[in-house]
């Protein structure tokens, strides 16, 4: 039994509303079944590929289970048009292309809980329109001549980079952007400005990000400027990864995320610090993926112990059951015995299936997880999810893709918490679980108890 499920509806035969049309365009999906707007009105530069945008919006709806409408009729934005919609998808949109009215029903939109897919132009878009620049996340500035980049690829739990190996080298037409937008939103890819010539944001130029805007979700990419863009599966793949984040369909954190450092960040050198206690390991895939088998053991970070961290790692279990027993423990002195960190720190529950107070999110055999708020956060098996486990004195917290689930403080002086190491576990034969992109900032010791 999972702890949550998420099915996707396929809908057969929705219709589709290619280019600009006379009225607003009003779904033609089914009744049950997720519905995205896409949106191409240029009132500046107008990009030759937009056909190729909305041909493919539309075969990955038909492939990840939403309609799709397509229009150019700003008159399609109206509370109660919108309404039918769960993203809206501005496909290099540029210029103005909204009024006044429109805009107003475009925020309340967002306000109450609606998705924003932005694709390449749509940071060429509505300048004097402050709601619109935040939720973007920047606007265009420049852009050399199309060439090939590296892609560093910084999120790889969330769905529209999951698939992406740590580079990605690919053709476009690469934006320059008037204003740096990592301390806003959560930055998922960035362009390697040393690989390709025309950059002009100094080292530091995020290409694609999200982040949870005024009570909706958002979803940029920089990408999309060429035709061959949409013919490309690695595109195609990131932004139907961005489209499901933004209609709901998967979870992730899309905080800002600044400060961190690596502990494993998929290479065998940033192993070195790691060391196995007990029996079973963990495997290193060429993706950058460590997976457990055998046990009971664990692999943990002997080469120091932390006081005040946010650490946060991605982990994906196999079993589509979520069957998969595995966790994350904190708070334990050194040893090369599992079962020290068992008996004098905290583990934080992986395995979806047991009682509450040791299944996904719990601190295991002590406190259970928001049980409600967990199994809106978490993503089925066979997707990654994202902890932020968060240690401050003797308390303890864990945000789950974002969502804060668990809030534990500890009053047992043999397991302190200002003062351990912490591992990730392999429990046994049977279970198989992964995890990428351990990192953690170390934060200032405090005694306060807010958030």
Not at 299 to 327: I, P, Q
Not at 343 to 371: C, H, M, R, W
Not at 380 to 402: A, C, K, M, S
Request: proline share 4%; charged share 20%; aromatic share 10%.
């Amino acid at each position: 039994m999972r702890a949550t499920t998420r099915t996707a509806t396929a809908v057969a035969g929705a219709a589709v509303l290619l280019g600009c049309v006379s009225g607003p365009a009003a779904s033609q999906g089914g009744d049950d079944g997720k519905r995205v707007l896409v949106f191409s009105k240029t009132a500046g530069f107008r990009h030759d590929s937009i056909p190729e945008g909305i041909a493919a919006v539309r075969q990955l709806g038909e492939s990840n289970g939403f309609s799709v409408d397509a229009t150019e009729d700003a008159a399609a934005f109206t509370s109660g048009n919108l309404r039918r919609y769960d993203a809206v998808v501005f496909l290099s949109t540029t210029g103005d292309v909204l009024d006044a009215a429109q805009q107003t029903a475009f925020e309340g939109y967002m306000r109450h809980g609606g998705g924003y897919v932005g694709i390449h132009a749509a940071a060429d878009t509505e300048y004097d329109w402050a709601f619109y620049g935040g939720l973007a996340g920047a606007y265009f500035q420049s852009h050399p001549a199309i060439q090939p980049a590296t892609v560093t690829v910084e999120d790889r739990a969330h769905p529209a980079t999951s698939g992406l190996a740590r580079t990605w080298n690919r053709t476009d037409e690469w934006y320059n952007y008037r204003s740096n937008p990592r301390e806003r939103v959560h930055v998922l890819a960035s362009l390697d400005e040393s690989s390709y010539t025309g950059g002009t944001m100094n080292g530091d130029h995020p290409i694609a990000w999200c982040q949870n805007y005024q009570g909706g979700r958002a979803f940029y990419t920089g990408g999309g400027h060429t035709k061959e863009s949409y013919a490309d599966p690695l595109f195609r793949a990131h932004l139907a990864g961005g489209i499901r984040y933004a209609i709901g369909d998967t979870q992730a954190d899309c905080r800002p995320e600044n400060g961190y450092r690596p502990l494993f960040d998929g290479t065998a050198a940033s192993l070195d610090g790691w060391r196995q206690a007990g029996p079973g390991s963990f495997t290193l895939a060429e993706d950058g993926t460590l997976t457990s088998s055998g046990g009971m053991g664990m692999l943990w970070y002997a080469a120091s112990g932390f006081t005040s961290y946010s650490l946060k790692l991605d982990w994906r279990m196999a079993s589509v059951e979520g069957d998969d027993n595995s966790g994350v423990f904190v708070g334990f002195p050194p040893s090369d015995d599992p079962w020290s960190a068992v008996n004098n720190g905290y583990e934080i529950q992986i395995d979806a299936t047991d009682v509450p107070e040791k299944t996904t999110g719990s601190v295991y055999g002590f406190q259970s997880a928001d049980l409600k708020k967990r199994d809106r956060a978490l993503n089925p098996p066979g997707e990654w999810n994202t902890y932020e486990i968060r240690v401050e004195g003797e308390r303890l917290r864990v945000w789950l893709n974002g969502v804060k689930i668990n809030d534990f403080t500890n009053t047992d002086p043999a397991r302190s918490l200002r003062d351990g190491h912490l591992g990730i576990q392999n429990h046994g034969a049977d279970d198989q679980v992964s995890f990428r992109n351990v990192r953690i900032k170390e934060l200032p010791a405090k005694t306060s108890q807010g958030d």
